[in-house]
Nanobody
Framework: QLQLVQSGGGLVQSGGSLRLSCAASGFTLSYYAIGWFRQAPGKEREVLGCISSNDDSTYYTDSVKGRFTISRNSAKNTVYLQMNGLKPEDTAIYYC?????????????????WGQGTQVTVSS
C-alpha cells in the first residue's frame, strides 16, 4: 500500500520548535517532489514550502521563510519539516504531500499522495 505517514507535532509554546516527519511506505520518496501544507480552522489549505526531487532545491512561502526548513533523508525514505520560532498563528493541521515530478508545485491538485495530517498547536 502506497502511503505517507506523518509523525511529530503537538503542543509548543510561542518561540519553540518542532520537527515533523513524513515517511513513505511502498514507494521511494527520493523520486518525488514533496510539499508541506497546513490548514487552520475555517481557512483553506495553504502551501508552506516544497523540495524538489532532482536537486533538493527548496521553496518557502513568505510566512515561514527563515523559520521553517525542509530536508530529505533518502536512506530513511523520509522528509522533514523543521519549524523554529513558532507563533500562535502557526497553529494548524500540517500535511505533507508527494508528487511524481522533478520540480515542486504550489498547487494541491498536482500532488499524488497525502499524509494523514498532524496537529500543531502553538500557545502564546
Amino acid at each position: 500500500q502506497l502511503q505517507l505517514v506523518q509523525s511529530g507535532g503537538g503542543l509548543v509554546q510561542s518561540g519553540g520548535s518542532l520537527r515533523l516527519s513524513c515517511a513513505a511506505s511502498g514507494f521511494t520518496l527520493s523520486y518525488y517532489a514533496i510539499g508541506w501544507f497546513r490548514q487552520a480552522p475555517g481557512k483553506e489549505r495553504e502551501v508552506l514550502g516544497c523540495i524538489s526531487s532532482n536537486d533538493d532545491s527548496t521553496y518557502y512561502t513568505d510566512s515561514v521563510k527563515g523559520r521553517f526548513t525542509i530536508s530529505r533523508n533518502s536512506a530513511k525514505n523520509t522528509v522533514y519539516l523543521q519549524m523554529n520560532g513558532l507563533k500562535p498563528e502557526d497553529t494548524a493541521i500540517y500535511y505533507c504531500a508527494a508528487e511524481i515530478s522533478n520540480n515542486w508545485s504550489l498547487f494541491l491538485d498536482d500532488y499524488d499522495y497525502w499524509g494523514q495530517g498532524t496537529q500543531v498547536t502553538v500557545s502564546s
